[in-house]
């Protein structure tokens, strides 16, 4: 790259490399030092900003990202795997997405779908680029699957192709081209998860699903050679957007086929990860496994997703990270802990709540802001616009919306708007200044004589109890009612915890109608596979 891809950068001072000020020997004082540590991190920033946009922001897709990425990072290391210790560069990767593409090839025809039903491994998301250089669209499903919802899928998808372990694709095969799809044609089918039904399949274009490149300049520059700790299933929206951003921004990966709370405090404390992704039952995992025994404090970011992470959560594990180790002191301040909030159907993230180091969490209850290139309105029943401090159904708008539901006319209709607003189901308050609270989905609001109990409002108050570990709340048929909350909850080892007593503590903090009028309590709560409770197993324990 010539000496114009850094022009951005050309009015600031340069900062000559291994004179960062945290290591400088001149007696500087440590507030200094840190004052002149961030001054570098802007600059180092933007720099990385400028390279990334300019080598893959034009032309981006999926057939060409892994070659993009070679391209700028080369032999960095881009993937070490946390069950057979094998370690992939970028330029390893593409040469891996190359030879697998190649395979494929020789087997579909421009536009078939493939099944990917492979083990979560790096080499699944690496598969879903092949078929993509291949020509072809990439359908990945959870290889845990049932033989029957697998079917479903190659049925629904039309696939003509189903690959379940990527040793398939070794051999030899003449080389082909790389595919040349355009950015709004469709790059993926991936499938939902099926709680209300089965799995429909969003398509999502190759500008969809490369959406979360742009957001690699985020992650802060001191962190582009330190390691990322990463245990989601590629099958995931939030597992392949979480894969993506983090390719795009240089990170290291080190991923985990499956979650294993013990597992992954070890990996997380022995290789000094900077930071973390997951969904927040595998936070609530870590602490019961024994987290603040373990030296996190290497970890500058916590990030979570795909559901509603809890504030003492969130407090716990900023404190145990911390925000930069300062020479002869140690390791100072707390973590960043970001919550990104986003669905299948808009290809990854769209929105973040960001709670900053040494920040309340509960100034952060407001931050959840939209992300560049998208438009939210928050609507009633009657699609009318609701005001501030009111509560409604979120609708979006942008660059990742899916194109449609495969073979599915009628659920691409209830989903999108004549004018392109997908409806979400999640109902969100409107803040001030454009932000926005999420009170929970839509299906699962319980009317209860009139009102609208939110669960998740109810569920915070339960999980306020000393000794209770977590709630979910539903509604239950009441002949005068409607509808009456009711609680499925989960204590703490050893507690003896009675019905009467937790709805008395419920009473005494909720108005009466959101007061729930049945508890019962489980040793584990039923979920999908990235950790949500699946509310609709919840009603059969009380019809039981």
């Not at 894969?243 to 405090?265: D, K, N, P, Q």
């Not at 900077?274 to 602490?287: E, N």
């Not at 180790?325 to 299948?344: D, H, Q, W």
């Amino acid at each position: 790259m010539g000496r114009g891809s850094y022009s951005l950068c050309s009015r600031i001072r340069r900062v000559p490399r291994g004179n960062s000020a945290l290591s400088n020997s001149r007696g500087e004082k440590p507030v200094a030092c840190l004052r002149a540590s961030l001054q570098d991190r802007v600059i180092m920033t933007l720099h990385y900003a400028r390279r990334i946009d300019l080598v893959i922001g034009r032309g981006l897709t999926l057939a060409n990202f892994a070659e993009r990425l070679s391209g700028i990072w080369g032999d960095r290391v881009l993937m070490t795997d946390g069950a057979s210790g094998e370690t992939l560069t970028y330029r390893q990767a593409n040469e891996l997405v190359t030879a697998y593409s190649n395979a494929i090839a020789a087997k579909i025809q421009p536009h078939d779908r493939v099944v990917l039903a492979t083990p979560n491994t790096y080499h699944q998301f690496l598969a879903c680029l092949a078929v993509a250089r291949a020509g072809g669209i990439a359908v990945p499903i959870n290889p845990q699957m049932r033989p029957a919802e697998i079917s479903h899928v190659e049925k629904d998808s039309g696939a003509v192709l189903c690959i379940r372990d990527v040793s398939e694709l070794m051999g030899e095969f003449p080389t082909v081209a790389p595919a040349r799809p355009g950015a709004e044609d469709v790059a993926a089918l991936m499938y939902t998860s099926g709680t209300t039904g089965a799995p429909k399949g969003a398509a999502l274009s190759h500008r969809s699903l490369l959406g979360q490149s742009a957001f690699a300049t985020l992650f802060p520059a001191n962190l582009r050679h330190d390691e990322v700790v990463v245990a989601l299933p590629v099958a995931h929206i939030m597992g392949f957007a979480t894969l993506i951003g983090l390719m795009s921004a240089g990170l290291a990966v080190y991923f985990s086929e499956r979650f294993r709370a013990a597992e992954t405090l070890v990996a997380i404390e022995s290789r000094r990860a900077a930071a973390f992704v997951g969904v927040p039952a595998m936070y609530r995992m870590m602490a019961e496994a024994g987290a603040a025994e373990k030296d996190l404090s290497s970890v500058r970011l916590w990030m979570s997703g795909a559901d509603v992470m809890p504030p003492d959560l969130i407090r716990l594990f900023k404190r145990y990270g911390s925000s930069a180790k300062v020479p002869l002191i140690g390791s100072v301040g707390e973590a960043a802990f970001v919550e990104g909030y986003g669905m299948v159907e808009v290809g990854g993230g769209v929105a973040a709540k960001v709670s900053p180091p040494m920040i309340p969490v509960g100034f952060g209850d407001a931050l959840g802001f939209r992300l560049p290139g998208y438009k939210f309105k928050v609507v009633d029943e009657g699609d009318k616009a609701v005001s501030i401090g009111h509560t409604g159904e979120l609708l979006i708008r942008g660059p990742g919306v899916l194109r449609e539901y495969w073979n599915s006319p009628e659920a691409t209709t209830a989903a999108l708007t004549s004018d392109g607003w997908l409806r979400t189901g999640d109902l969100v308050r409107v803040g001030p200044f454009g932000t926005i609270i999420f009170s929970g989905r839509k299906k699962h609001t319980v009317k209860c004589g009139g009102f609208s109990v939110y669960p998740l409002e109810v569920e915070a108050a339960l999980e306020e109890h000393p000794e209770v570990l977590e709630a979910s709340v539903i509604g239950l048929p009441d002949k005068t009612l409607g509808e009456v909350p009711c609680a499925v909850v989960r204590v703490a080892p050893g507690s003896a915890l009675a019905e009467e007593t937790l709805l008395a503590w419920a009473e005494d903090r909720l108005s009466h109608y959101k007061s729930p009028r049945k508890i019962r309590f489980v040793d584990e709560l039923p979920r999908t596979g990235t950790g949500k409770v699946q509310k609709e197993h919840l009603l059969e324990l009380f019809a039981s």
